[in-house]
């Protein structure tokens, strides 16, 4: 029996009708690159994810779960294997508590908490992509991470298990955590946000915004930073922008085919119209090969590589 028929045969008739089969990668994630994913299986609640997963499982595909699609390179090749695209967007605020599902974008929850009086999530204001992205690699900037905000965690662990964990067993850490080391995925979170002075969080949402508009693509389709911050020196100090070691190498002249490092900004790769995984690739090993040739410094990708999936047999 085909894998595709022994993965649908796994479903009941509601989700099996949910699953797109030969879904672009391009038209999921914010670089536009990216062939057709086997199966994409939009899921709008834990139960649907779990049986998804359940499915993938029983079918021997990898599974990878995807939300806003803002810092992944998908493959020309596309995936063999099922995409898991988290598409809940419940969310409930009791007090300084938010419940909130995976799939919500996560500044439609910065929004959200600043409409329900808690200020606390304003720095996050303007980062791509979903509340689950954004927990199962810790995102942040200007000084803070989601990390810091999270009390519990609904997850599926890699075993098809659903459970509801706490900040410690999270892990969270710069741009990273225990979570997505274990290949567990996140559902659901609970976050307690501070209520803090409103007015000064609307004027720090909007300096926020304004930054991004100056500084980040935004006509051009761009996964975010391509490279991570390095380890600081000192412990406790301030970690160096590898923006910074990019910049002092005339990254921003370097190209491949139709990848093209940012103008404004020397760790961001944009897609000027056709890239291929294959340009952003050896764009990006360039960038890399001339960082450590002049420093002796190995940067580490932030952007998470899909890859093929599973071979093909
Ligand atoms: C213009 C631009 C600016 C950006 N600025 C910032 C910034 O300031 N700070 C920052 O940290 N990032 C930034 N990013 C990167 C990106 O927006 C964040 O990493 C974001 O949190 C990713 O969320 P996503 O839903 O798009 O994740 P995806 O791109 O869909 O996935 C990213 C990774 O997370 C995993 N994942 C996604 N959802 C789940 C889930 N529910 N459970 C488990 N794993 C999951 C995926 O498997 C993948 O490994 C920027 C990106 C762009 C394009």
Redesign the pocket.
């Known amino acids: 029996m085909p894998i595709e028929d022994r993965f649908l045969d796994r479903l009941p008739a509601a989700l099996r009708d949910r699953v797109r089969c030969g879904v672009p990668l391009r038209d999921l994630?914010?670089?536009r690159v990216g062939g057709p994913a086997a199966v994409v299986c939009p899921a709008d609640n834990p139960e649907q994810a779990r049986r998804f997963h359940e499915a993938a499982l029983h079918a021997g595909w990898p599974l990878?779960?995807?939300?806003?699609?803002?810092?992944?390179l998908a493959d020309d090749a596309g995936y063999r294997g099922v995409v898991l695209h988290?598409t809940g967007c419940d969310c409930t605020v009791r007090g300084d508590t938010i419940t909130v599902s995976?799939?919500l974008g996560?500044d439609d929850l910065v929004a959200r908490s600043l409409g329900e009086g808690l200020a606390g999530l304003a720095f996050?204001s303007?980062?791509?992509?979903?509340?689950?992205?954004?927990?199962?690699?810790?995102?942040?900037?200007y000084g803070h991470?989601?990390g810091e905000f999270v009390r519990e965690a609904v997850?599926l662990t890699r075993d098809g298990d659903v459970r509801r964990i706490g900040p410690r067993e999270c892990g969270f850490r710069y741009?990273g955590t225990a979570?997505?080391d274990e290949g567990?995925?996140?559902?659901e979170a609970v976050l307690q946000v501070p209520a803090g002075d409103l007015a000064a969080a609307a004027a720090e949402r909007a300096l926020h915004l304004a930054d991004?508009l100056a500084k980040?693509?935004v006509t051009e389709p761009?996964?975010?930073?391509w490279f991570r911050n390095l380890e600081p020196a000192v412990p406790g100090e301030r970690r160096r922008a590898a923006g910074e070691l990019l910049d002092q190498v005339g990254a921003k002249a370097m190209r491949e085919g139709d990848a093209a490092v940012f103008a404004k900004h020397a760790n961001?790769i944009v897609n000027l119209g056709r890239a291929g995984s294959g340009d952003v690739r050896r764009l990006a090993a360039r960038m890399q090969a001339a960082v450590r040739e002049r420093f002796g410094v190995d940067l580490a990708p932030?952007?998470?590589d899909l890859g093929p999936g599973a071979p093909l047999t």
């Open positions: 994630t914010t670089l990878f779960a995807l939300g806003g699609g803002s810092n992944v988290l995976a799939g996560l996050a303007g980062i791509p992509g979903t509340v689950g992205g954004a927990l199962a690699g810790n995102a942040g900037c991470e989601i997850v741009r979570l997505r567990a995925i996140l559902l991004r980040h693509p761009s996964a975010g930073s961001i932030e952007v998470r």
